[in-house]
Every structure is written in structure tokens, then in C-alpha cells.
């Protein structure tokens, strides 16, 4: 008999290089990389965001792959920088 535990956040760190994963009800779900496309529309996103910050002098713009933990309920992730 095999006592089963839960995924931390701490075996989040433990993955591979340019591995995206997220904790979904206890369980590591791997996430497959974003194509040209929404990457491109991100990208446009991340830079209007930015000009937004940049005038109100308030917020956070983010680009995607920053370091980061969301906790919400039933649901914890961590996006990591790729590894160069």
C-alpha cells in the first residue's frame, strides 16, 4: 500500500529547464509553449501595458516567464524563466 502526497510548489522547482507546469487539485499538469501568434498578441499586450504604467505611474507590467507563485483555490503555479 503506497501512501500518495500532494505536488508542492517545491517540486515545482525541481523541473527541467524550460518546463511549464501548474498544481491542479494536488496534481502536476505539464503546459505545452505558446505559438508565434498569441506569443506575437502577448507581446502587443505586455508593451501597451507597460506605456499604461509608465503614465500612471502605478501597477505592474509584466512580460511572460517572470517568476512568480499563484495561489488560488485548487490551483498553484509557479512560471519560471527559461534556462539559457
Known sequence: MSI?????????YHLPDNCKAEIVNGKLVLMSPTGFL???????IY???RDY???TKSGYALP???????NLP??????????N
Not at 511572460?64 to 499563484?70: C, L, P, Q, S
Open 38 to 44: 498569441p506569443g506575437r498578441a502577448g507581446g502587443e
Open 74 to 83: 485548487n490551483r498553484r503555479s509557479l512560471q519560471q524563466f527559461p534556462g
Open 64 to 70: 511572460d516567464n517572470v517568476g512568480f507563485v499563484v
Open 4 to 12: 500518495k502526497s500532494e505536488v508542492t510548489i517545491e517540486d515545482l
Open 47 to 49: 508593451a501597451s501595458l
Open 53 to 55: 504604467e509608465r503614465l
